[in-house]
């Protein structure tokens, strides 16, 4: 990330110091794009948390402010210690319980968890606890009838802002719902690139056409890939050959495609299991794997109950895996879990990932199912990432809650991850 990208700011946490905190959300909200709503979005998001934790602080004790410009988001992360933060609140779904006298002071920051668009919460390495905000700027949606382009001598490359936003509206034309939401704003599109999270790939002819496309993001060591999405026959290989010629000079170590075009040529890479959307066979999608560079494995902590499951998918993979086999010993946990969702409106689909692992678990996970529902997203997924102690804990609880493992990403987290989808409870 480039260095006038991102500004920081170190405060105590004193309620005179409040005024400061707010300019510099603002402040940063407005120079990396974001327009006076949004920013204010931002601002109050940033002033609810910084006033909640000041009522827990003690003398002396600080926050670091951490604002980010990602090309088509502004990301505002707050470090402070674990212990000046309640879980149980910042859960979305979490039951509001009027009675309860601390549950003014925590409306704060239930409300700032529900002004931005995307929020996460991680344990640090250096033991501090970082509370991540994100607002994406606003986009205009342009959703257009597109001719088709015509025959011709395609070439593969980057191709330019212009190719790109074409592209974006062609795939909406002619994948619809099967294509990310993302696809509808063009603009989006070009500063999703730009930001060098996402890379693209164009078939463009000599005369401004594009025939076709691919698009990935980089997450970690896995590197999650779209399409491809040909408007003219012939490209597909093509394209996808050029995109793996890229990846393999990069730091992945793996790339996975969740949802394969028809026109996908499957012998490049691997099956991992099945994703069914809207809970229809008929919607299925052959989730597609390939190993980049040489696997020199990893420590990976497995439920007992989950353990032939994944055995038999590294089997498959010939993955190198240390299993180390997880039972809960009646240790204690935290209260309350914390749980993350996103959530793709245009595919009816949710993904929800850990945060935090407490004694909840299994209430929040029903909650969080039964609000996702109601919204109309019949679609959703948990990602347990097997890198991490505690989260195979949850293994016993997603059963019972009604979800079934899938496939396994690997490298998909801190360490591989188990991708399980809802098919109803117990």
Same mark, same amino acid.
């Given at each position: 990330m480039e260095e006038d990208r991102v500004v920081e700011l170190r405060t105590l946490l004193a309620m005179d110091m409040l005024p400061l905190v707010t300019g510099f959300a603002e402040s940063a909200a407005k120079v990396f794009g974001l327009d006076d709503t949004r920013g204010l979005r931002l601002g109050l998001a940033v002033e609810e948390i910084f006033v909640f934790i000041v009522a827990q602080a003690r003398k002396g004790e600080t926050m670091r402010l951490v604002a980010k410009s990602g090309g088509y988001y502004v990301e505002i992360a707050c470090f402070v210690s674990p212990r000046l933060l309640p879980t149980k609140v910042m859960n979305k779904t979490a039951a509001t319980d009027i009675e309860d006298e601390n549950f003014l002071a925590e409306m704060g920051i239930l409300l700032a968890t529900r002004m931005v668009d995307r929020f996460k919460l991680v344990m640090e390495q250096d033991k501090e606890m970082g509370l991540y905000f994100l607002v994406e700027k606003q986009y205009s949606e342009v959703v257009a009838q597109l001719a088709m382009p015509p025959k011709g001598d395609y070439t593969i490359d980057a191709g330019g802002r212009e190719s790109l936003k074409w592209f974006a509206q062609q795939v909406i034309? $002619?994948? &619809?719902?099967a294509a990310p939401g993302f696809f509808r704003f063009p &603009?989006?599109?070009v500063d999703m690139v730009d930001s060098g999270e996402y890379q693209a790939i164009l078939a463009v002819d000599g005369k401004g056409n594009v025939g076709g496309g691919m698009l990935w993001r980089w997450n970690g060591k896995?590197?999650?890939a779209y &399409?491809?999405?040909i408007f003219q026959e012939g490209l597909a290989v093509r394209l996808v050959e050029k995109a793996l010629e890229k990846l393999a000079r990069s730091s992945a170590v793996t790339v996975v495609v969740r949802q394969p075009t028809k026109e996908f040529p499957r012998d490049y890479f691997e099956e991992l299991g099945l994703t069914i959307a809207e809970g229809k066979t008929l919607n299925s999608h052959t989730v597609l794997y390939r190993q +980049?560079?040489?696997?020199? &494995?990893?420590?990976?902590?497995?439920? $007992?109950s989950l353990q032939k499951f994944v055995e038999k998918c590294y089997e498959r993979l010939v993955l190198p895996r240390n299993i180390i086999s997880v039972e809960c010993a009646g240790e204690n946990l935290v209260?309350? $879990?914390l749980f993350s969702v996103s959530i793709d409106r245009n595919q009816k689909q949710a993904v929800l990932s850990a945060l935090l692992v407490g004694v909840d678990a299994q209430s929040v996970l029903i909650d969080y199912v039964s609000s996702l529902q109601?919204?109309? +997203?019949?679609t959703i997924f948990f990602e347990l990432d097997i890198g991490k102690e505690l989260e195979s804990l949850l293994v016993p609880d997603l059963r019972i809650v009604g979800f079934r493992p899938s496939f396994v990403l690997p490298w998909g987290g801190q360490g591989d991850v188990v991708v399980f989808q809802y098919a109803g409870g117990e």
């Open positions: 034309n $002619s994948y &619809g719902i &603009g989006k599109v896995m590197a999650e &399409g491809p999405y +980049l560079e040489e696997d020199t &494995g990893m420590v990976v902590f497995v439920h $007992s209260p309350y $879990s109601k919204q109309g +997203l019949s």
